[in-house]
């Protein structure tokens, strides 16, 4: 079974950054896509960016030029470089993994960003 492993949330001031890492353990085989998604309280969850393995990414309109998604080449691991953090940005991020005929969720990490 595929385990998702997430790190490097936490509290930071508006303007700020943080990089999140998800590593995925349990497998041999390449994700397919992997990527973050965030729920704030009282909200639905919802895409922050994707990558594939090819390295093709999508972001949500709402990050695009604050945050960049990265993934090392040879692992099924991760990075999320958040930049300039606004206070609505705050909540817990998920990170997935997609796999042929599956898919995998890590329990979350907080982040919060002060006015």
């Known amino acids: 079974q595929v385990q998702l492993a997430e790190s490097g949330g936490g509290l930071v001031q508006a303007g700020g950054s943080l990089r999140l890492s998800c590593a995925a353990s349990?497998?041999?085989?390449?994700?397919?896509?992997m990527g973050w998604y965030r729920q704030a309280p009282g909200k639905q969850r919802e895409l922050v960016a994707t990558?594939?393995?090819?390295?093709?990414?999508n972001y949500a309109d709402s990050v695009k030029g604050r945050f960049t998604i990265s993934r090392d080449g040879a692992k099924n691991t991760v990075h999320l470089q958040m930049n300039s953090l606004k206070p609505e940005d705050t909540a817990l991020y998920y990170c997935?993994?997609?796999?042929?005929?599956?898919?995998?969720w890590g329990q979350g990490t907080q982040v919060t960003v002060s006015s």
């Open positions: 997935n993994a997609e796999f042929i005929g599956y898919g995998s």
């Open positions: 349990g497998t041999i085989f390449r994700a397919n896509v």
């Open positions: 990558i594939t393995s090819g390295g093709s990414t």
